[in-house]
């Protein structure tokens, strides 16, 4: 299972219409390598890390084909709706989230990487497309890609292979665990089955434990 990668983005902070809010999500394409550190790419930046960036979302990988759901949904934005818009770093065609798993390591140019989570989309969706629920629509059609932690530090360009390398979790894709989260109640054996999943971010394995002792007990 292997893919290419089509483009690389970083960015700077810039302001957030309308408040100003000042974020990450602005990215620009560069056509060179780039070296990858524990906590993702050389020049690139976070607004509010206290819920983005870090060891467990060192760097972000979209589904460039998600776009055009996107614009189809929402198309007064579709003029703005192509790859790096949503703050990724990574764009590839070919792989989804139904396609990759829970804990998969990637090696990308000389770099390691390991999905760790799924992307949690935020307001900042919203306010970056214009485009009242954007975050939501992302949300429950579970197109909102998926974070990697850096398992050995690198150079990454554009026109890389991605190459799987290992895959601990292949009943745990990244959309198995999107829609278990979003379940009203769902069987806590499962949600204590993900929490158990090699590669999984902590604090996500950590939340699953807790959910699946509340429902236990209510």
Known sequence: ?????????????RPLPPEGQMTGIYKSAVDRPVAVGPEGLAGDFQGDRRVHGGAEKAVHHFPAEHYARLAQRFPHSAG???????????????????TVCIGDVFRVGSA????????SPCWKIDHCL????????????????????????GTIAPGDA???????????????????????????????AMAAAAGLAPDKAERLAKRADWLEKN
Not at 80 to 98: D, F, K, Q, V, Y
Not at 112 to 119: A, D, G, I, T, V
Not at 171 to 187: K, M, N
Request: hydrophobic residues 40%.
């Open 80 to 98: 703005i709706l192509r790859a790096g818009t949503l703050g990724e770093n990574l764009s590839t065609r070919g792989w989804t989230e139904e």
């Open 162 to 192: 991605i190459e799987l390398v290992e895959r601990p979790n292949p009943e745990l894709s990244v959309a198995t665990y999107w829609r278990a989260t979003l379940e009203h109640r769902p069987e806590p054996a499962a949600l204590r």
């Open 1 to 13: 299972m292997n893919t290419q990668l089509e483009q690389l983005f970083v960015g700077a902070l």
């Open 130 to 153: 214009d485009a009242e629920g954007a975050s939501l629509f992302v949300a429950h059609e579970g197109i909102t890609g998926w974070y990697y932690r850096v398992r050995e530090v």
């Open 112 to 119: 390691l990487l390991q999905l760790s989570q799924p992307r």
